[in-house]
């Protein structure tokens, strides 16, 4: 399992903060099916910070980092599916932190809704 420490949580975070990300990771979903395949390694390199936000205590930002990583599975097969095999999954079985089990259970849920 990845290592999400240097994505730390910041004592100042504000809800423009929050607002930022929720809006970068909705601009993922609609650009990254646009995007051509030499730009796949950028976004390969976001997909850490995706999994990191799938664990938010936020709805919205699980909910909003959830859909950008279907969409990462749906257009960066091998990219995608090993995120959620190797960081997603195991989160499912994280009994000490709920937020974590219910993003984890809401993004395969997302991915696999639209299938």
Known sequence: MANYSRFPRLADETEEDYQALIDALTTLQVVLPLLPASLHST??????????????SYAVIRNAAG?????????????????????????????????????????????????
């Open 67 to 115: 859909k950008a990583l279907a969409v990462v599975c749906r257009h960066m097969a091998q990219q995608g599916m090993k995120a959620v095999l190797d960081d997603l999954l195991p989160l499912l079985g994280d009994t000490r932190n709920l937020h974590r089990r219910q993003g984890a259970m809401e993004a395969v849920w997302g991915e696999f809704d639209r299938a």
């Open 43 to 56: 976004i390969d390199a976001l997909v850490p910070g995706i999994v990191a936000a799938i664990q938010s």
